[in-house]
């Protein structure tokens, strides 16, 4: 069975390699463009890519590359379509890069099987839950809500709660399940909607089966230590190591759905056979909520940090409340359970930050290409937690 990655010397895509690398009957192609800003400017010394290396065949490009695009494609029977831009925030002032790599990328890939007439018997495509926007809540007087998102004034003034737009009281976040509105707060999370429906109108034009799956908060070893875009684990913990002070955006309580990347590589690879999934949008994730304030704690204990967590009341637009998978439906069709849970994950992924940390994280420039789009907003005030 020949697969075709694009993306494949990513985060995920490196952690598919691996575990198919360890199964029989799998000849695998990798095709990445080993970016600078998750790979460094030496990205064969990288961790990601070492991670893959001789482990596949690899083929260094670009996917909005059409030549090359029909050169990896070729007598490959499943393609699994990783290569995105992924960072929510950086996408609302690089919108001209965002829609280019993932929308035209999309469609260049498309464009190569057109070309080619490959035999393609499906593609799994990596979404995400941001295209739900903030999700599924409910008030306990008027029901089920999917809120627009929270305003600009009620954060500045310290409200950082879901309100019912009838009566104006507090919701609670519900499990988002895949029948939940669509409703995109970002660039990213547009372009990435946008490559859902282009899956679902080429993929059936083509006569090839699909798989769409919206990923949670993905984390793990090889997570991007030197991106400031790729979460909060990694921005914590390389200020943790350094017993830097950390600051916690909002009051502290808004929550993620975390879900290991060795979990969501074993779902994608289940679904490249899996006949249940054809023609499927499905939720990735644990399930489970956990609060960025809990998390910030949790890294602390496990590196002995002298880090103190700043609840500031900083914000960004856009950022959501809470998220959390509805799994359901991917339970049932794939058979298929997160095995790492959060306190044993975090507790490896710190251990191989201590042996990978001192990266050049460039947070505060990201956050200072936030400010000057209008897009972080920092209050002069903090309050602190042990």
């Not at 890069?97 to 799994?124: E, H």
């Not at 993905?218 to 790729?230: A, D, E, W």
């Not at 590589?265 to 994730?285: D, M, V």
């Not at 103190?308 to 359901?328: E, K, S």
Request: charged share 25%; hydrophobic share 35%; net charge negative.
């Amino acid at each position: 069975m020949k697969v075709l990655i694009t993306g494949g010397a990513g985060f995920i895509g490196s952690e598919i390699v691996e575990q198919l690398s360890n199964k029989t009957g799998f000849e695998v192609v990798v095709l990445d463009n080993l970016s600078p800003q998750i790979h460094s400017n030496n990205p064969k010394d990288s961790y990601l890519y070492n991670k893959i290396n001789g482990k596949c065949q690899f083929i260094r490009g670009d996917i909005r590359d059409l030549n090359m695009m029909c050169e990896a494609v070729n007598e490959c029977e499943y393609i699994i379509h990783l290569a995105a831009e992924t960072g929510t925030g950086q996408s609302m002032y690089r919108i001209n890069q965002y829609n280019d790599v993932n929308i035209m990328g999309t469609s260049t890939l498309f464009q190569a099987l057109s070309d080619t007439k490959s035999p393609i018997k499906k593609i799994v495509l990596a979404s995400s839950r941001s295209v739900y926007g903030e999700g599924k809540y409910q008030c306990k007087s008027h029901g089920v809500f999917y809120p627009e998102g929270r305003s600009k004034s009620d954060m500045e003034q310290g409200d950082y709660k879901m309100h019912c737009p009838v009566c104006g009281q507090n919701m609670l976040p519900l499990p988002t399940d895949e029948e939940s509105k669509i409703y995109p707060l970002s660039l990213y999370a547009f372009t990435k909607y946008a490559q859902e429906k282009m899956i679902e109108t080429m993929c059936k034009a083509l006569d090839i089966n699909y798989t769409i799956f919206r990923l949670q908060n993905v984390y793990g070893k090889g997570q991007s230590l030197s991106n400031p875009y790729t979460g909060i684990l990694s921005i914590f913990s390389e200020r943790m190591l350094q017993n830097a002070d950390i600051n916690i955006f909002e009051d502290g309580q808004e929550s993620r759905d975390f879900i290991h990347v060795i979990d969501v590589a074993r779902a994608f690879i289940q679904s490249l056979e899996n006949t249940e999934t054809n023609s499927k949008i499905l939720n990735l994730g644990s399930g489970k909520n956990t609060s960025v304030l809990e998390v910030a704690q949790l890294l602390r204990d496990n590196y002995g940090s002298l880090s103190v967590l700043n609840i500031t009341g900083d914000f960004r637009i856009g950022d959501i409340a809470h998220n959390m998978a509805d799994m359901t439906i991917t339970e049932k069709l794939l058979n298929f359970k997160p095995q790492i849970n959060l306190l044993k994950g975090l507790e490896d992924f710190s251990k191989w930050v201590r042996l990978e940390g001192g990266k050049e994280l460039k947070y505060e420039e990201s956050l200072h290409e936030m400010k000057q789009a209008g897009l972080f907003i920092s209050k002069k005030t903090e309050r602190r937690t042990s």
